[in-house]
Structure formats: C-alpha cells, structure tokens
C-alpha cells in the first residue's frame, strides 16, 4: 500500500495568532496556512502553564492535528470533534461572537468555525461516509 503524500507548508507562511480567554484562563493560538489558505498546522501557548501536563496535552492534540491536516484530514474532522469538549477550565470567554466554551478546544473549534468556515463546516467539501455498526458504508 502506498503512503499517503504529506504536503509541507512552506518556510515562509501566512498565519493568524489569537489570544483566547476562558474563566479567567488565557491562551494564544496561532494557526497558519498554506498559499492556497488551507489551514495546515495549529499551536496553542497556555499562560502560566508552560511545562505543565495541560500544555504537554495541548500542543500533543495540536501536532497530531497538524500533522493529519498536512496529510489531507479536513479542518471539520477536528472541529466537530473539538466541538463541545468538556474540561476543568469553562464557562465564560468575554467574546460575544463566542459567549461560552466547554473546554480549551471547544473554544478554539468556535473559533476555527468562524474564522474559516467553508474548512471548517465542510461546505466546500464532500460529506464524511457513515458506517454501520458492521463497519459497512451505509452511502
């Protein structure tokens, strides 16, 4: 079986940086993209937790996201994941755009969702096939 082609971003890269709040807790995002503006790769700065097991977490599920976005993931498989993702940290953001979060990803999936809304919600993509419980495609 061949391995699929992993397509690179290029050394030098748009890219955006947001400051996200939640419950009093900060981060910073930085999300960059290809020439095209595809979304390629994401990381995510918790303030106050450098060297913690919360960062150690975040920038693991951001690199592992990068990673399958430059392997061809689309953006919504992560977003709809993130999506509603409970954690110790939530509530209030102080963003009206973005009221309230569950956790740290459900707050950067809104985010991505109305940053990059045609990635993210899939609109310019084909819909995922659905299996049954037998593992069988039901398209």
Known sequence: ????PRERLPH???GVTRKLCLAGHEAYVTVNAYPD???GEMFMTLVGESGTEAQMYANAALQAASIALQYGAPLRSFVEHWRGTHADVCGFTGDT???SATGMLDLLAQWLQREWPEQAS????P???REDNDGQSTD
Do not use: I, K, N
């Open 97 to 99: 755009a973005m009221p």
């Open 1 to 4: 079986m061949d391995a699929l």
């Open 127 to 129: 819909p995922p096939e």
């Open 12 to 14: 030098t890269r748009e």
């Open 37 to 39: 503006g595809r979304v």
């Open 122 to 125: 899939g609109a310019s993509l």
